[in-house]
């Protein structure tokens, strides 16, 4: 684990997830079937939305890192909501390979030559993020501390 540390540093484990989050809102607004970006569908916003609390999350992970602060609860509560998310990306997984392996089934129809590559590309992109998004957390809790809340007044000091 320390030689996959030092080689996706905290800075640039939080880079990727931020490039793997921007790439796979964009695309998500991508149909496959008929490449075309559909903008007027709720559905393909659902993703983007939720990239938020991710979006926040690396943001308060590279200010604490980089600020030397403790874990506070409101990071944690962030984390928290993340796990749930990560139920999403789970779906969005799923979801992205049961349209790959359809392909089979649309050999009769027109498909457009991007389906496969662009279908490839989003799943593994897709199972990439919550990887990084696990590994974020066991660095934030190398970097930033776990969460201790018992004692947390004792670490305090307000005078500084």
Request: proline content about 4%.
């Amino acid at each position: 684990m320390n030689l996959l540390d030092n080689i996706l540093t905290w800075r640039r484990t939080n880079i990727l997830i931020f490039i793997v989050l921007v790439i796979l809102a964009v695309s998500n607004f991508y149909g496959l079937y008929t490449n075309k970006f559909y903008f007027f569908k709720l559905d393909n916003y659902i993703f983007p939305l939720l990239s938020i609390v991710h979006f926040l999350y690396l943001y308060v992970l590279w200010f604490k890192i980089t600020e030397g602060e403790l874990p506070d609860p409101k990071m944690r509560n962030l984390e928290y909501v993340l796990y749930a998310i990560m139920i999403v990306y789970a779906f969005k997984i799923y979801d992205t390979a049961d349209i790959l392996t359809s392909y089979s089934e649309l050999q009769s129809y027109v498909v457009p030559s991007t389906f496969k590559p662009i279908g490839i590309t989003t799943l593994v992109l897709y199972c990439l993020l919550p990887l990084l998004t696990l590994f974020s957390f066991w660095q934030r809790k190398r970097h930033v501390g776990s969460y201790n809340f018992e004692n947390y007044n004792d670490n305090l000091n307000i005078w500084m």
